[in-house]
């Protein structure tokens, strides 16, 4: 059974860099991207971005160039960084695993299927 | 980006009732959507992707339809375990956005 444990720093200050990092627990760590989620106190859901083993990366445009997400495959780990952080940053932060990948020249996306405990980060001065 | 819009944002039901909750990709997103679960305090949990097909363990009572825009997710039977708030997420492209999420309270 796969387990996904994150870690990292939870109060920062303004214009600090958030870090965080997440250890994949058993099962392969090829054929699925490597996710990043947060929600914010009382929000919804925001999908961060997320990376593969070969460490190819997508992430969302509303946090524009803020964000690193990277992989160390020789530690079955994967990390996030949000630079110039603000109040606004304040967030739950889950790591997470998507089935997703091609099968030929076919795209599949089979959501995301195992979710991380969760960190939360404040950012206070 | 593609823009997911939920509806409603809320809604009270009973334990037994039949609900349903939709899901409108701002275009087409084929059949790349995915519905999760979360409870307060919990990570969320998937319960269906490719937009019918139902994860692993799952109960039956949860069932997904749609394609292309226009989706939905209905709860039949609703369980007291059910009461939660529930998210849709596309897959098609990044970023793959999540609706404003639907929470589902006792009536």
């Known amino acids: 059974q796969v387990q996904l444990r994150q870690w990292g720093a939870g109060l920062l200050k303004p214009s600090e860099t958030l870090s965080l990092t997440c250890g994949v627990d058993g099962g392969s760590f090829s054929d699925y991207q490597w996710s990043w989620i947060r929600q914010s106190p009382g929000k919804g859901l925001e999908w961060i971005g997320e990376?593969?083993?070969?460490?190819?990366?997508t992430h969302n445009p509303s946090l524009k160039s803020r964000v690193f997400i990277s992989v160390d495959t020789s530690k079955n780990q994967f990390s996030l960084m949000v630079t110039s952080v603000t109040a606004a940053d304040t967030a739950v932060y889950y790591c997470?695993?998507?089935?997703?990948?091609?099968?030929?020249?076919?795209?599949?996306?089979?959501?995301?299927?195992?979710w991380g405990q969760g960190t939360t980060v404040i950012v206070s001065s | 980006d593609i823009q997911m819009t939920q509806s409603p944002s809320s809604l009270s039901a009973s334990v037994g009732d039949r609900i349903t909750i939709t899901c409108r990709a701002s275009?087409?997103?084929?059949?790349?959507l995915s519905w999760y679960q979360q409870k307060p305090g919990k990570a969320p949990k998937l319960l269906i992707y490719?937009?019918?097909t139902l994860q692993n363990g799952v109960p039956s009572r949860f069932s997904g339809s749609g394609s292309g825009t226009d989706f939905a997710l209905s709860i039949s039977n609703l369980q007291p375990e059910d009461f939660a708030t529930y998210y849709c997420q596309q897959g098609f492209s990044s970023p793959r956005d999540f609706g404003q999420g639907t929470l589902v309270e006792v009536k």
């Open positions: 275009q087409s997103i084929h059949t790349y």
């Open positions: 997470a695993r998507a089935l997703s990948g091609y099968s030929g020249y076919n795209f599949y996306y089979n959501g995301i299927d195992v």
């Open positions: 490719s937009a019918s």
């Open positions: 990376i593969t083993h070969t460490g190819s990366t």
